[in-house]
T-cell receptor, first 118, second 111 residues
Framework: GAVVSQHPSRVICKSGTSVKIECRSL??????MFWYRQFPKQSLMLMAT?????????EQGVEKDKFLINHASLTLSTLTVTSAHPEDSSFYIC??????????????FGEGSRLTVL | AQRVTQPEKLLSVFKGAPVELKCNYS??????LFWYVQYSRQRLQLLLR??SRESIKGFTADLNKGETSFHLKKPFAQEEDSAMYYC?????????????FGTGTRLLVSP
């Protein structure tokens, strides 16, 4: 299967700072990536769809100025949590599908990034 | 609104017992449904999808349109099956691009 990698896997920051999380498709190109947020013992909630070369589309209730998404290349999407607060502490997961000849419809997930805001 | 419902948060069974993890969906038409699994300290991964009608690691899931269900079953649970299981379906109004997940069921298989 295809591989999606996230970095960092864990990050601790002070309140008010910004944190960037990277999501890379290692062996395939992804025009679209998805960012999810997972609270403890809860399901994954889709935050936004990252589109290569254009603006991300955000789900209802997700602040686009708080969660900045950039998809500058076919293998990299970044999520920046700006002016982080303790309530932003969560597990952030990205995912992507293969495309073209490798398309299977399956969504491949990164290992997740745990953000803790002090 | 399109929803995927997993009524059980936790399912605890003994090794060798049959397992059924429930999933119900809420939209009409021909749904596309998936089961994803997350083992401890590992990433979420696809377990099976209904259109492939395959059996993975002994698990099967049959789409029942009459009951709008896609329950995951295994006749004899193994300890290594302990994990979080999520039922998921693509959102219809997004060109089937975005997935909506159920709340997940934790399966605990005891020796």
């Amino acid at each position: 299967g295809a591989v999606v990698s996230q970095h960092p896997s864990r990050v601790i920051c002070k309140s008010g700072t910004s944190v960037k999380i990277e999501c890379r498709s290692l062996d395939f190109q992804a025009t679209t990536m998805f960012w999810y947020r997972q609270f403890p013992k809860q399901s994954l909630m889709l935050m936004a769809t990252s589109n290569e070369g254009s603006k991300a589309t955000y789900e209802q209730g997700v602040e686009k100025d708080k969660f900045l998404i950039n998809h500058a290349s076919l293998t990299l999407s970044t999520l920046t949590v700006t002016s982080a607060h303790p309530e932003d502490s969560s597990f952030y997961i990205c995912s992507a599908r293969t495309s073209g000849p490798r398309y299977t419809g399956e969504l491949f997930f990164g290992e997740g990034s745990r953000l803790t805001v002090l | 609104a399109q929803r995927v419902t997993q009524p059980e948060k936790l399912l605890s069974v003994f090794k060798g017992a049959p397992v059924e993890l429930k999933c119900n969906y809420s939209y009409s038409g021909s749904p596309e449904l998936f089961w994803y699994v997350q083992y401890s300290r590992q990433r979420l991964q696809l377990l099976l999808r209904h259109i492939s009608r395959e059996s993975i690691k002994g698990f099967t899931a049959d789409l029942n349109k009459g009951e709008t269900s896609f329950h995951l079953k295994k006749p004899f649970a193994q300890e290594e099956d302990s994990a979080m299981y999520y039922c998921a379906s693509p959102m219809k109004n997004t060109g089937f691009q975005k997935l909506v997940f159920g709340t997940g069921t934790r399966l605990l298989v005891s020796p």
